[in-house]
């Protein structure tokens, strides 16, 4: 080709390559300070760059290895978001618990309530009933087995209290009854029984009966002490201590054994069945609010050494 051909065609040939877009794939292999074509042995190794479109790709930056790192960052991050939810997540728990517990706690105050409320009004009935001049048992009974329907807690709960609980008898079947808890001194002639307490703490229980003696006499309060034992519906007091009126402790050879039936327990009232099981002679009990006020007014207390 002669030189004015290579003239006039070059011009063309520079155009032509021009518009082809570039594709041109080269790999090199650097080890050290040497290079290595696509041919060399496997041997050389370390580094490769490739060029593509004349834009050197290092290895690292290599499309799997951009996947490999981009789905790395990805689980990093979804890791984060789990983590970042987790902490709401338990506190959305414990605080739905809370309100749970709260509801419940509520609950169980409307209903403790409802029964307290309940269980006024048969009290009260019962006091109307026990004052009135004439004695009706029927209706006694009847309030006595609306109170046996109300929910109540084991009578040992109220026997092993830490506080003391102090009720004062507002019903005896008989002096029978009252024998077989107090001394039975009342049945003395000229005496009679003007009001007995009973207090139940830790395990314990405290029977007071205050006597009073027709004419110009001191009132007399007895003091019956000892254990408290409970199995089932049954409750046995052990009394090993009895104060006369005196001040004088009377000891016997044993231990006085007393078993009652618990018909019904609260902090409010007791109903006890001195008899056989199911007899129905009721000596019931509610809660006495001022002891002290009603020995004092009795002409009788600690400072009185048990008589005026």
Known sequence: MTRLSIFLLGPFLLVLLLSRPLRTVQFTFTTGSSTCSSTCSSTCSSTMRI?????????????????????????????DITSSETIP??????????????EKSKERQRQSA????QEKLIIDSILEIV???????????????????????????????????????AFAYDDTSL?????????????????MYLTLKANTVTIQEVIRIIGPFPNVLNTLSGRTTVEGDDV?????????????????????????????GS??????????????????????????????EKNLGEEKKNKI
């Open 51 to 79: 060029t593509t479109g004349g834009n050197p790709i290092s290895s690292t930056n290599s499309p799997t290895k951009l996947f490999a790192s981009r789905r790395g960052k990805l689980s990093k991050e979804l890791a």
């Open 89 to 102: 997540t338990k506190a959305v728990v414990a605080a739905s618990a809370s309100s749970s517990r709260r």
């Open 114 to 117: 409802a029964v307290f409320k």
């Open 131 to 169: 004052a009135a001049p004439k004695r009706d048992l029927p209706s006694l009974n009847a309030a006595v087995s609306s109170l046996t329907t109300l929910p109540s807690n084991p009578f040992k709960v109220l026997t092993s209290s830490s506080s003391p609980l102090i009720y004062t008898v």
């Open 179 to 195: 024998s077989h808890v107090g001394t039975g001194l009342h049945n003395v002639p000229l005496a009679r029984l003007d009001a």
């Open 236 to 264: 046995m007091f052990t009394i090993n201590s009895v104060i006369d009126g005196t001040g004088k402790e009377l000891v016997g050879e044993e231990d006085r054994i007393v078993t009652c039936n618990i018909v019904y």
């Open 267 to 296: 902090e409010n009232v007791v109903v006890m069945d001195t008899g056989e099981k199911g007899e129905g002679k009721y000596l019931i009990f509610v809660k006495e609010e001022d002891l002290d006020g009603q020995l004092y």
